[in-house]
């Protein structure tokens, strides 16, 4: 049973690790995944047949649609970032932004004492994506330094969208069943639309590769809604966001990403407090 409680934090901590492996362009990895998620969307569906009401539908498939623009955005700073690096900021960003919605909108934080376990966590956080981002040389060339500014506003605005993505059907207190069917396909209809844009980039040997990404994140999707009537929402979340370490350390390892001793230490810390701060933010909801 406790494999099923960390199959959030697997599937979406080795999801980008295998969208990268495939070599392909940002649209192909986009339409790959959420050909996938579609497909095992409508089986889910038809296993658990849930019922629909318009408003939440509208609400699940339009968060489908932010998703599909944060994602395109996280898979084009992998052209430009290491994965090991990519991830911490995009969860780390993510989790800071839903946390703050949570905290504002939706009043979760109702007591001072929520509020600094909250704002200690979001600290961690910060203080760990700085940590992961650490280069022993010092010596970056401008071309370098460039591609990472570049890297870092696409994964600001990435999570920006992802948020939106998280926090729309709570806020149209649409959940469970209802929400995965209508969210995969805002998802796929929103990858085709943003395929228009890119035909020239468009491969579909590229994007049948990426069809195991979405697999990935399917089952991460699906186990954390099967984990949630056992374990409780606020556990099933912080849990999935451990992702950040599977993404850490199989980049590393995987994608055999060269780090010095000094590097990977700090590294170390970092992915430390990531944790730290993820597990302070679950501990109050």
Do not use: D
């Amino acid at each position: 049973m406790a494999i099923l409680y960390l199959l959030p934090a697997l599937g979406w901590g080795v999801m980008p690790i295998i969208a990268k492996l495939t070599n392909a362009r940002p649209i192909n990895q986009l339409l790959g995944t959420t050909t996938m998620a579609l497909v095992m969307g409508i089986l889910f569906t038809l296993f658990v047949q849930p019922s629909y009401g318009w408003l939440h539908f509208a609400a699940a498939f339009f968060s489908g649609c932010f998703w599909s623009i944060g994602q395109y955005l996280q898979f084009s700073s992998f052209q430009l970032l290491p994965v090991s690096e990519a991830m911490p900021i995009s969860n780390g960003t993510q989790l800071i932004g839903t946390t703050f919605i949570a905290a504002v909108f939706f009043k979760e934080w109702s007591n001072m004492k929520m509020v600094g376990v909250g704002m200690s966590g979001i600290l961690l956080i910060i203080l760990g994506i700085i940590l992961t981002s650490y280069l022993e040389k010092k010596g970056e060339n401008q071309q370098h330094t460039a591609k990472k500014g570049k890297a870092i506003v696409c994964l600001l605005l990435s999570s920006f969208a992802l948020t939106i993505y998280v926090t729309l059907p709570q806020a149209f207190q649409a959940s469970g069943a209802e929400v995965l069917f209508p969210q995969s396909l805002g998802m796929w209809f929103s990858s085709i639309v943003l395929s228009f844009s890119k035909r020239e980039e468009t491969n579909y040997q590229q994007v049948r590769k990426n069809f195991g990404t979405g697999i990935a994140w399917s089952a991460a999707n699906i186990s954390l809604f099967l984990t949630i009537p056992i374990i409780g929402v606020a556990k099933s979340f912080t849990f999935s966001q451990l992702a950040v370490l599977v993404s850490i350390y199989a980049g590393l390892i995987i994608l055999k990403v060269r780090k010095t001793r000094k590097e990977l230490q700090i590294i170390s810390l970092g992915a430390a407090l990531i944790a730290a701060g993820i597990l302070l933010i679950g501990s109050i909801k």
